[in-house]
T-cell receptor
C-alpha cells in the first residue's frame, strides 16, 4: 500500500518568514495530494490540494509543488503569521470513482513565533 | 449548514464494554470514512464506505466494525474495546463529484 513520509515533525519560524514542509510517497499510481491544517483541539481542514497533472498550485500565501518523478511534494507558506501555527498533514491518494483512500503523513507541528 | 456530526465527543469506558460512535452527514455524500489519530502516527484509516451497504477495510480495521444502512449514517462499533483503542477518532465524508473530505469534530475515546 501507499506510504507517506513527512518532514520535519516540528518547525519553528519567525513571523514573516517562510515555512516549507516536505512529503514523499511510495505509490506511483497516487494522483491526488491534499494538505490539511489542524488547529489545536479542532478537526483537520483542507487548505490546498494538487493533482498529478499539475506541478504547482498557489492560493494566496500558500503554495504546493509536486515532483512526480521523485515522488515528493511540498507545502510552502510565505509571510507566516501567528494564526498559521497548527499541525499540518500531507496526504496521498488515488482518485477513483469510489472516493479517496487517503494515506496521511505523520504531521508537522508549525509554530510561528512573534 | 453542511456538517459531519459525531457523538459522543468524549467517552471513557472500560475494557470489553461494547460501544458505538455515531457519525451523520447532511450533505448527501456517498463516501464516508473513519480515522483514528494517535500522536506521532498521523491519521490512519479504519474503514470506509463508498455507498449504502458498501464498506471496506482501511489500514487499521482490527477490533472495529462499521455499517452503512443509510446514506447519511456511518457508525463505528467497538465490540470489545481494549486500551490500545484509546485514541482520537474522526469521521469524514466526501462527495464523489469533488475531492474534498469533510471531517467531524472528533471523538476522544479512553478505554481503561
Amino acid at each position: 500500500g501507499e506510504n507517506v513520509e513527512q518532514h520535519p515533525s516540528t518547525l519553528s519560524v519567525q513571523e514573516g518568514d517562510s515555512a516549507v514542509i516536505k512529503c514523499t510517497y511510495s505509490d506511483s499510481a497516487s494522483n491526488y495530494f491534499p494538505w490539511y491544517k489542524q488547529e489545536l483541539g479542532k478537526r483537520p481542514q483542507l487548505i490546498i490540494d494538487i493533482r498529478s497533472n499539475v506541478g504547482e498550485k498557489k492560493d494566496q500565501r500558500i503554495a504546493v509543488t509536486l515532483n512526480k518523478t521523485a515522488k515528493h511534494f511540498s507545502l510552502h507558506i510565505t509571510e507566516t503569521q501567528p494564526e498559521d501555527s497548527a499541525v499540518y498533514f500531507c496526504a496521498a491518494s488515488i482518485l477513483t470513482g469510489g472516493g479517496n483512500k487517503l494515506t496521511f503523513g505523520t504531521g508537522t507541528q508549525l509554530k510561528v513565533e512573534l | 449548514e453542511a456538517q459531519v456530526t459525531q457523538n459522543p465527543r468524549y467517552l471513557i469506558t472500560v475494557t470489553g464494554k461494547k460501544l458505538t460512535v455515531t457519525c451523520s452527514q447532511n450533505m448527501n455524500h456517498e463516501y464516508m470514512s473513519w480515522y483514528r489519530q494517535d500522536p506521532g502516527l498521523g491519521l490512519r484509516q479504519i474503514y470506509y464506505s463508498m455507498n449504502v451497504e458498501v464498506t471496506d477495510k482501511g489500514d487499521v480495521p482490527e477490533g472495529y466494525k462499521v455499517s452503512r444502512k443509510e446514506k447519511r449514517n456511518f457508525p463505528l462499533i467497538l465490540e470489545s474495546p481494549s486500551p490500545n483503542q484509546t485514541s482520537l477518532y474522526f469521521c469524514a465524508s466526501q462527495s464523489l463529484a469533488k475531492n474534498i473530505q469533510y471531517f467531524g469534530a472528533g471523538t476522544r475515546l479512553s478505554v481503561l
